[in-house]
């Protein structure tokens, strides 16, 4: 069994998709970013940069628990202990870990701060606004030119680099993104969010968010203000 802490954001669905994928029994513990549960000592025992998603499989290895953080390393983890959506030719496997640490490395950073900055940033900074909606419309290019020639983000076969991407996909709009104009990657991510299992790992914990779209000014001090940058 595996213990998910998490709460519906792009980098949560991403292994909300996985664990349904792969169909492996687990439980869910919602960490309500907005009310400063991932501060809790608790949750900082798994997860020490405070970010969700974190997990504990009761069964790790040798049958001991292992607690884990990090949604790239969680992906790579529960691929391995599945043998599942991480390829075994080696050429393959290379690709899908190269496209895993592009999501890490900057589609998900570049999209989050464009997320920032045209949407919650109580101040508007034509600068940064500006600097993030291009480069999130020019990672679009890149994931779209590479979905040109690829039936999947990695190679020929789905796997966790399409898991830990497409999320970050679903709402173009709050990056300043038309998706119109990249039709590979409107493809792409819908013939995913067609998947049985992604559809329902893109509701995991869904409503808990309907019923509190957007960030009041209490929860947005505990996302961006002091709270997030308090020595611990």
């Known amino acids: 069994m595996i213990d998910l802490y998490t709460w519906p954001t792009p980098n949560g669905h991403k292994i909300h998709i996985m664990l349904e994928e792969t169909a492996l029994p687990y439980r869910v513990h919602p960490v309500d970013i907005g009310a400063g549960d991932q501060f809790k000592p608790d949750f900082l025992a ?20 292992l607690a884990l953080a990090e949604s790239g390393a969680m ?6 202990k599945t043998g599942k959506f991480l390829p075994s030719d080696l050429r393959k496997r290379w690709q899908v ?30 600068y940064a606004m500006n600097r993030y909606r291009n480069e999130a419309n020019r990672l679009y290019g890149v994931l779209d030119a590479q979905l040109k020639k690829s039936a999947w983000l990695a190679c020929d ?31 792409w991510r819908d013939r995913m969010l067609e998947r049985p299992a992604v559809k329902r790992g893109v ?11 957007g960030f009041s000014k209490e929860q947005a001090e505990v996302l961006f203000g002091a709270k997030q940058y308090a020595k611990r």
């Open 157 to 187: 076969e789905y796997g966790i680099a399409d898991m830990a991407t497409m999320p970050w996909t679903r709402a173009p709009e709050r990056q300043g993104v038309d998706i119109e104009q990249y039709p590979n990657v409107k493809r």
């Open 75 to 80: 992906l790579f983890y529960l691929a391995s």
């Open 97 to 126: 870990m190269q496209w895993v640490m592009t999501q890490m490395g900057h589609v998900g950073p570049m999209l989050g701060q464009a997320h920032h900055f045209l949407g919650y940033a109580p101040e508007k900074i034509e």
């Open 46 to 65: 798994i997860s020490p940069n405070n970010k969700i998603p974190a997990m504990i499989d009761q069964d790790g290895p040798g049958g001991k628990p």
């Open 203 to 213: 509701e995991v914990l869904a409503e808990r968010r309907r019923q509190t779209p």
